[in-house]
């Protein structure tokens, strides 16, 4: 436990700042930033070199797939919106879910705490209440900014939360704000800080330093939603680590690639030295035109007497092989395929099931994202509502039995979908109100509007027949003999 805070001794004066046992993650989380952004010339510095020039330029080409990755899970998480419901269709509770989803945006909200959980290893939600707004927050927090405290003897129990940024006002010189969170209240210090170290606390116009904001609610509201983790480490595991060498080698791979065929794009001259102008500028002897010439005298070799294009002979085909086991191993390491980005040939996936199969890995992993993110969603709208009454909101109640349906984020097949209903419904293993339900996602007074019109249409199609106990008239009107009931 040396290398993670265990109590609040850290923001105490004199201190460094930020704590030394939160460098490396910080670290981490800086140059993670970086790759996605794109700025990979600032994260991969020594390997880059190997791009330089005579001239110490360099060809650098950017293949971003650290950003694409991060939005693949967030796309498969949040790109079809789950279901969230909180009671029956038409409850109070429903209605204050609805709303609560709405106000805060919340599909935006958890593609970024997405984002952050794939590129940094954990994601934060933080709900808040405004009281000039009279409404609860649910947003998104940068882990550069969370400093969470354990229990020195368990690992796994989280003491306080704390979010802390520093304001610069001027050079080696600044605000530190920390927000530390309680289950019961929280707590806002500020702090001077200079040269990297924490000072006094400073005094406050508006207030008492620390502010104090008591809930009472029993729980944090603070909630992180982490990524991959292990026992011995609270904080989750990010995506990028296990392939960033891998990216690095394929982008100064491609690099070089481009930069010999650059070179061959516009060949030398080879030729007799009488080709050679004299520059009287230069004092140099110059092809004119400017091209590259090599002269060959004639009495070297009969055939330099022709000019002649100096051609690379050399092939490309093994660092053409080596990008592609490179990038086998890609997928293969963060759990992806070439399906998950869009490149399926021809023929691989001819049906909705085809396609998931070839997406068994990528929906294992999105799917261990789910488990993560489902309780902390939940929890998050939970306590977004609770803090609400806490705050006397008109209109606010409590939401206890928030439930989540997810969707897995792939495309639907209408026609296989619509096959499978058909071959379960003419087997009897379905009703027709349940396969439209799974077809069209209608409930309620759609679902019942739209059997009624299924209904009429299938007795326009087939009318209904004469019933038995008018057959008699029937064949008396049409001459034909009847047959009379006579006892056994």
Not at 16 to 27: G, M, V
Not at 470 to 476: A, H, K, T, V
């Given at each position: ?10 923001l105490?004066?004199?201190k ?12 981490l989380?800086?140059e993670?930033r970086?790759?996605?952004k794109?700025?990979?010339a ?5 390997n ?5 020039r ?23 998480l949040?790109?079809e919106?789950?279901?969230?419901t ?7 509770e429903?209605a204050?879910?609805k709303?609560i989803?709405k106000?805060?945006?919340?599909m ?9 959980t794939?590129?940094?290893g954990?994601g934060?939600?933080?709900i808040r ?11 998104a927090?940068?882990?550069e ?10 690992i796994n129990e ?8 520093t304001?610069?006002v001027?050079s ?8 530390v ?5 929280i ?7 200079i ?5 006094r606390l ?11 904001v008591?809930?009472?609610l029993g ?10 983790q292990?026992?011995?480490d ?8 296990d ?6 080698e ?11 065929l650059?070179?061959?794009a516009?060949?030398s001259l080879?030729g007799p030295?009488?080709?050679l102008?004299?520059?009287?500028d230069?004092h140099?002897?110059?092809?004119q035109?400017?091209s ?6 004639l009495?070297?070799?009969?055939a330099g ?7 690379w ?5 093994a660092?053409f092989e080596q ?11 963060s759990?992806?395929?070439a399906?998950a ?6 023929g ?18 999105v799917?261990?994202?789910?488990m993560r ?6 929890k998050a709208?939970?306590?977004c ?9 008109p209109?606010?109640?409590m ?12 495309p ?5 979908q619509?096959n499978?209903?058909?071959?379960r ?6 009703s027709?109100e ?11 007074e759609e ?7 299924i ?14 106990t ?7 009107g049409?001459g034909l003999?009847?047959?009379t009931?006579?006892?056994a």
């Open positions: 436990m040396a290398d993670k805070l265990t109590d609040m001794n850290w105490d004066r004199g460094p700042w930020p704590p030394k046992s939160e460098t490396a993650r910080l670290k989380y800086d993670n970086k790759l996605f794109g700025d990979h600032e994260v991969f510095t020594e880059w070199n190997r791009l330089k005579d001239d110490q330029r360099s060809l650098e080409l950017v293949l971003n797939w650290f950003k694409r990755l991060s939005t693949l899970w967030a796309d498969l949040f790109g919106p789950p279901t969230i909180a009671g029956e269709r038409e409850s109070a429903q204050a879910c709303r989803i106000d805060n945006d919340l935006n909200v958890g593609y970024k705490v997405a984002l952050d794939s590129a940094m954990t934060l939600f933080k209440y405004d009281g000039d707004k009279r409404r609860a927050y649910i947003e927090q940068p882990p900014l969370w400093f969470p405290v354990f229990n020195p003897d368990n989280v003491l306080a939360h704390v979010l802390a940024w304001t610069v001027e080696r010189r600044g605000t530190l704000t920390a927000e969170h309680y289950t019961d209240r707590m806002t210090y500020r702090y001077e800080v040269n990297d170290r924490i000072g400073l005094e406050s116009a508006t207030g008492p330093n620390p502010a104090v008591k809930h009472g729980e944090f509201l603070v909630i992180p939603a982490p990524n991959l292990t026992s011995n609270p904080f989750g595991i990010d995506d990028y680590s392939i960033d060498s891998i990216i690095c394929l982008e100064v791979r491609i690099a070089q690639i481009s930069r010999i650059d070179k061959n516009e060949p080879a030295e009488s080709m102008e004299f520059d009287p230069t140099e002897y110059k092809l035109g400017g590259k010439y090599f002269p060959i005298p009495g070297a070799n009969a007497a022709v000019p002649q294009y100096v051609t002979g050399g092939e490309l085909s660092a990008f592609n086991v490179l990038l086998d191993q890609l997928y293969t390491l759990e992806t395929s399906a980005f869009g490149n399926i040939k021809a691989m996936a001819e049906s909705g099931s085809a396609l998931r199969r070839l997406m068994m890995a990528p929906l294992a992993k799917n261990r994202m789910r993110f489902d309780p902390a969603l939940c709208i939970g306590l509502a609770a803090l609400e009454v806490a705050q006397g909101m209109g606010a109640v939401l206890d039995n928030v439930h989540i349906t997810w969707q897995d984020g792939l639907d097949d209408e026609m296989e619509a499978i209903m058909s071959t419904k003419g087997a009897g293993l379905i027709t349940r396969a439209i339900q799974h077809l069209d996602g209608l409930e309620g679902l019942e509007a739209e059997l009624d019109r209904a009429a249409d299938q007795m326009q199609i087939a009318p209904p027949g004469p019933s038995m008018n057959l008699g008239g029937i064949f008396e049409l003999p009847q047959e009931n006579k006892p």
